[in-house]
C-alpha cells in the first residue's frame, strides 16, 4: 500500500524489524525433532533471503538515481495551504479506500501479534535448480533413462543420388517409400509403382519447382489440426514433468541414501556410548567373571571360528570390530613415519597420538632434534632436519651476546660493550 517513497521506506524499515524479530524468536525455540529442525532452519533461511531483498530495495530508493526521494522531501518541507491540507487528506483516504477494496483479505499485523501462525507454517522446500537444469540438457539430447527419443525410421534418410531407376526405388517396398515421401510433404497413397515414379521426381527436380499438385493436401478443417496439434504438446508435457518427477525423486533417493549412512553410524556409536556408561561395577565384574568360567577350549575353538574377511582390526572382546566403526575411525588409511623406522599408523587418531608416544621421541632423539610440537605432522627425516636448521639460525639472530651487548661505564661516565671496555682496561687506558 505504499503509495509514495516515504511510505515505501518506511514500509520496508518496518518489514526488516519485523523479520529479525521473527528470526529471533524462531531461533530462540527448541526443536522438538529432527523435521522440525529441518524446518526451523529453511524458515530462517527464507526469512533472510527477505531481508535481503528488502534491504536492496531500500538500498535504491536511498541512492535515489531518478530523483524522486528529493523532490517528495521537498514537497513534504513546503508549508501547504489550507484548502491543500484538506485535498491532500482526502487523496490519502482515498488510496486507501482502494487498498483495502483490491485487497479485502489484507490483515494488520501489530508489533504486539505473537506471530504464531506464521512461525507454524511448514516452508516450502524446493530442488535448488541445478537438477532440472541437467535434466533439460538430456532430456533435449534424448538421453533420460527410460524416455529416449524413438529412432526415427531409415526411409525418412533416403539418398536419391544412390538410385538411377524407378525400379531400383520400388525396391524398397511401400513402408519405406510411404514414409521418405511424407517426411517432404509429398502424397504418400497409391501402389508401390506410382509411389517410386513420385519420389524419383526428385532425383533432378527441386521440391520447390514441382507441380502442386503430387504435395499433400492440407486438412479441411483447420480446427482438427490446432487441436491435434494441442493435444501433441499436451502430451509433450505431461510426459517431461512424469520424466522430471523421476528424476527428483532419484536424486532424492541418492541423498537420502548417503544421509541414512551417516544417521546409522551415529545412533549406533551412540547407542554403544550410552550402553558401555550404563554398565554398572558389578555387571562388568560379572561379564569378566563368566569369560573366566569358561574354559580354554570353547574360546580356542571360538578363535578358530572367527570369519573375518575384511581383516578388521579386534575388538576389546577378541572379535572384529563391526565395519561402519572402522569406517568412521578411518581405519582403513595408513600413514607411515620415517622418523619411526617406517612404521605404519592406521587411522588419523593414532597418527596423531604417535607424536608423543616412545617410539617417535626416540627417533628424535637420535636425530638430536627435541621433540616439540614444532615437529608435529613431520615424518620425514629430511623435512626434520631442514626444519630445526631453521629454527637454529632464528635462534641464532635473537641469541644475546653478552660480549657485544653488555655495558660498562668508566669514572667519567663513558658507556662501553664488555669487549671494548676490557680492551681498553689491559691497555691501562681507563
Known amino acids: 500500500m505504499a503509495s509514495t517513497v516515504l511510505e515505501a521506506t518506511r514500509a520496508a524499515h518496518e518489514d526488516l524489524e519485523r523479520l529479525e524479530r521473527l528470526a529471533v524468536r524462531e531461533l530462540q525455540r527448541e526443536p522438538a525433532n529432527a523435521r522440525d529442525r529441518l524446518f526451523q532452519s529453511h524458515r530462517v533461511r527464507h526469512m533472510v533471503d527477505l531481508v535481503i531483498s528488502t534491504s536492496d530495495k531500500l538500498v535504491e530508493i536511498y541512492e535515489d538515481k531518478d530523483g524522486a526521494r528529493k523532490d517528495e522531501i521537498s514537497i513534504h518541507l513546503t508549508a501547504p495551504t489550507q484548502n491543500g491540507i484538506f485535498s491532500k487528506y482526502y487523496e490519502r483516504l482515498k488510496e486507501i479506500r482502494e487498498y483495502h477494496r483490491r485487497n479485502p483479505s489484507a490483515r494488520f499485523v501489530s508489533t504486539t501479534d505473537d506471530y504464531e501462525e506464521l512461525l507454524k507454517e511448514e516452508p516450502v522446500i524446493e530442488f535448488t535448480g541445478e537438477l532440472e537444469g ?165 574360546s580356542d575353538d571360538e578363535e578358530q571360528q572367527i570369519y573375518n574377511p575384511l581383516k578388521l582390526p579386534m575388538g576389546w572382546d577378541g572379535k572384529p570390530i563391526p565395519y561402519w566403526l572402522y569406517k568412521l575411525h578411518g581405519l582403513g588409511q595408513e600413514f607411515k613415519c620415517e622418523i619411526c623406522g617406517n612404521q605404519s599408523y592406521w587411522g588419523r587418531r593414532a597418527y596423531e597420538r604417535h607424536f608423543k608416544e616412545w617410539r617417535h621421541q626416540h627417533g628424535m632423539r637420535c636425530l638430536g632434534i627435541p621433540n616439540t610440537k ?9 623435512e626434520a632436519k631442514a626444519l630445526w636448521e631453521k629454527i637454529q639460525a632464528r635462534q641464532g639472530v635473537v641469541k644475546w651476546r653478552p660480549e657485544l651487548e653488555e655495558e660498562y661505564e668508566d669514572q667519567e661516565g663513558n658507556i662501553y660493550n664488555k669487549k671494548t671496555y676490557t680492551d681498553l682496561q689491559r691497555q691501562g687506558l681507563i
Not at 510433404?185 to 509403382?193: A, E, P
Not at 605432522?377 to 629430511?382: F, G, H, L, M, N
Request: glycine share 4%.
Open 134 to 298: 541437467e535434466f533439460e540438457e538430456r532430456w533435449a539430447n534424448g538421453e533420460v533413462r527410460g524416455w529416449e527419443k524413438e529412432s526415427v525410421s531409415q526411409g525418412f534418410e533416403i539418398n536419391l543420388d544412390d538410385y538411377n531407376t524407378v525400379e531400383e526405388l520400388v525396391e524398397l517396398g511401400l513402408q519405406k517409400l510411404k514414409e521418405a515421401l511424407a517426411s517432404r510433404g509429398l502424397k504418400s497413397g497409391g501402389t508401390v509403382q506410382q509411389r517410386a515414379e513420385r519420389l524419383f521426381l526428385l532425383k533432378n527436380t527441386p521440391l520447390e519447382q514441382l507441380d502442386r499438385k503430387h504435395f499433400a493436401k492440407a486438412p479441411r478443417n483447420p480446427n482438427v489440426s490446432n487441436e491435434s496439434s494441442n493435444d501433441n504438446n499436451f502430451k509433450d508435457d505431461m510426459k517431461w514433468e512424469t520424466a522430471l518427477l523421476e528424476a527428483k525423486m532419484k536424486r532424492l533417493s541418492e541423498l537420502l541414501d548417503e544421509s541414512i549412512l551417516t544417521v546409522y553410524v551415529i545412533v549406533r556409536t551412540k547407542e554403544n556410548a550410552e550402553k558401555k556408561l550404563t554398565l554398572t561395577y558389578e555387571e562388568m565384574e560379572a561379564e569378566r567373571e563368566e569369560e573366566e568360567v569358561q574354559p580354554d577350549t570353547e
Open 374 to 382: 614444532n615437529f608435529n605432522e613431520i615424518t620425514s627425516i629430511d
